[in-house]
């Protein structure tokens, strides 16, 4: 059998962070001809049918006590220190800083494993916070990094292709083609990875009613003194306040958790109460010439917001679906579907370690299927 007629055709759906870099695992261990098939990609505007380019993002794992996804995390991070390091090709994307979290209600976050990790002493906690802890964590420059993952996927013969999928069955029977020029691919596709965040609601074929939006509000401010990342929160009361700085001298300041909410722009009542909340949080985002002659207001902040928007979380009740069906081919047999979704905020701390799993159950579908 010849190299290419042995090489496995893979549709992957989705080119948010987590269909990016679930294609790229698949794309580099080798034997696999992968192409993205999307209607939004990272190079596009903004928008709200898009979360990734949303996200602030900082690598801060929510995990706590779900030894599955603690797991997912801490392979993602490796990763991403990996990729981070001095003189690599992505160094760009990443800003290591020393991050605080404080905790509203006491709870244990479980990262003692994060470099330079310390619990914080009762007499060192802010805003009525009942436990805390400091560590060496990495931010992400989103859109930089989508940007690097998609041309890391293209520059290793990668395909993309733009089109709206309304059903699973468009992609198993028309295969891409049927969205570059309107007819089927000559070859079948072997496989189908299905990353549609949010999408996941009203895909043909998936519509997975458990799936929900947690919209998040964002201020982008420019303050390149800031060099550190502080965050207090209150998990019971979806309450998040923090401060997530870029390489780049931007700032990220959030956020909201609205479980169900729709709405699809920047409320100006919202970013008014994000900056109260960031600069009580954190005084230092006042600019210094101010801060040297008296405390900044939030109206020292607003010359120096760049954008407000939100994103919509692709939250999913259980957490990130990682599993397979076996859906019928173009032909008489059945062809593998591996599904990852669900990721809601951390699909960026999260997508090198979900994407691990996925490609395992492909591999472990595949394998399956050349034993039938």
Not at 29 to 53: C, H, M, N
Not at 94 to 101: A, E, G, K, L, T
Not at 102 to 112: K, N
Not at 274 to 282: D, G, K, S, T, Y
């Amino acid at each position: 059998m010849s190299q290419a007629s042995a090489t496995k055709n893979i549709v992957v759906i989705g080119a948010g962070v987590v269909g990016l870099t679930t294609a790229l695992k698949i794309q580099e261990k080798g034997g696999y001809r992968v192409t993205i098939i999307a209607d939004t990609f990272p190079t596009d505007a903004k928008t709200i049918k898009y979360t990734s380019l949303w996200a602030g993002a900082h690598h801060v794992s929510h995990a706590a006590e779900d030894a599955k996804q603690m797991a997912i995390d801490r392979e993602t991070f490796e990763v991403m220190w990996e990729l981070s390091a001095s003189g690599g090709p992505a160094e760009h994307c990443f800003y290591r800083i020393p991050q605080v979290d404080y905790c509203l209600d006491g709870r244990e976050e479980g990262l003692d494993w994060m470099p330079d990790f310390k619990k914080l002493s009762q007499d060192s906690l802010v805003g009525g916070a009942k436990s805390g802890s400091s560590f060496t964590t990495l931010t992400i420059d989103t859109p930089a990094y989508l940007s690097y993952l998609l041309s890391r996927f293209l520059s290793r013969g990668g395909s993309i292709v733009r089109g709206s999928v309304q059903h699973i069955s468009q992609v198993i029977e028309g295969g891409p083609n049927l969205f570059r020029y309107s007819k089927a691919s000559h070859e079948p596709v072997d496989a189908l990875i299905v990353c549609p965040g949010l999408g996941a609601r009203t895909l043909g074929g998936v519509e997975d009613k458990d799936v929900y939006p947690v919209r998040g509000q964002v201020v982008l401010i420019r303050a390149p003194w800031i060099d550190f990342g502080r965050t207090i929160s209150h998990v019971a009361q979806g309450l998040w306040t923090y401060n997530i700085p870029r390489r780049n001298g931007d700032v990220i300041l959030g956020g909201t958790k609205e479980d169900n909410d729709w709405y699809p722009a920047a409320r100006p009542e919202t970013t008014t109460e994000i900056l109260q909340r960031c600069l009580e949080l954190c005084p230092e985002l006042a600019p210094p010439s101010i801060r040297a002659a008296r405390p900044g207001t939030i109206d020292d902040l607003r010359p120096l917001i760049l954008e407000e928007g939100c994103g919509f979380r692709p939250q999913r009740k259980g957490g990130i679906r990682l599993d397979v069906e076996w859906v019928q081919g173009r032909g008489e047999g059945k062809i593998p579907m591996v599904f990852n979704y669900g990721h809601g905020g951390g699909g960026y701390q999260s997508s090198w370690g979900s994407a691990a799993i996925a490609l395992d159950l492909l591999e472990k579908a595949l394998a399956e299927a050349r034993s039938h």
